[in-house]
């Protein structure tokens, strides 16, 4: 399978933990996003990597959150100090930019719970 | 935040005909309309784009309006797998690439 993959699927957490997902993009897109979803809402965007560059990042994404993505291909996302709050599924999409088109392909995503 | 205004919810037959709406009434020229879907507990699945001109593809078809300031999804045979969460997204443009907001979305549920 060629698509993006995420790691692990499933993380149970307690309160105050440090967690990290890893997140495998299709092996040719040189662009990264990392999404949060929770229940009942659409994704909502964190940060964005072009490359090893991280060049955006929401006002969502805290300073517990940091993301890498040190040679350009996988990325990590770690949260420190985790929160009830920061339940949620942590979704990943891979992109590459050809002229206008920059359609983005999600991973499965990594549900973390926090108790 | 999202760009654009879809119904929560809608019911199709299966076999019938499902049309999704989608209103975008502040696009810019140069943006575009993404639709996406994404079936419980799974990440998002593209199914098509669009600037201004209609589109067709494998899985559905997008209609465009002319002044762009609405579209419409169209999956010409809804099947029961076709139950799923559709999100209407318009790609904005920023200083360092291209940012997706999304909606709630319109879940659609096709009915035996």
């Known amino acids: 399978d060629t698509g993006v993959s995420q790691n692990p699927r499933h993380k149970i957490t307690k309160r105050g933990q440090n967690v990290t997902f890893r997140c495998d993009p299709i092996s040719e897109h040189n662009r990264l996003y990392w999404y949060r979803q929770t229940l009942g809402q659409g994704p909502e965007f964190l940060t964005y990597?072009?490359?090893?560059?991280?060049?955006?990042k929401s006002r969502l994404l805290s300073d517990r959150f940091s993301a890498e993505r040190p040679k350009g291909s996988f990325s990590t996302l770690e949260i420190q100090r985790t929160e009830q709050g920061d339940s949620a599924m942590y979704l990943c999409?891979?992109?590459?930019?050809?002229?206008?088109?920059?359609?983005?392909?999600f991973g499965p995503g990594t549900r973390l719970t926090v108790l | 935040d999202a760009k654009t205004t879809q119904p929560p919810s809608m019911d199709c037959a299966e076999g019938r005909a499902a049309n999704l709406p989608c209103n975008h009434s502040t696009i810019s020229g140069n943006e575009y309309v993404y639709w996406y879907r994404q079936i419980h507990s799974q990440g998002p699945q593209y199914i098509i784009h669009?600037?201004?001109n209609n589109e067709t593809n494998e899985m559905a078809s997008l209609i465009i309006t002319e002044d762009r300031k609405s579209s419409t999804l169209i999956l010409p045979h809804a099947t029961l797998r076709d139950t799923a969460v559709y999100y209407c997204i318009v790609r904005v443009a920023t200083n360092t690439g291209n940012q997706f907001y999304f909606g709630t979305g319109t879940s659609l549920t096709v009915i035996p």
């Open positions: 990597f072009q490359n090893e560059a991280q060049l955006e």
């Open positions: 999409a891979s992109s590459f930019m050809q002229g206008a088109t920059d359609t983005q392909y």
């Open positions: 669009g600037l201004k």
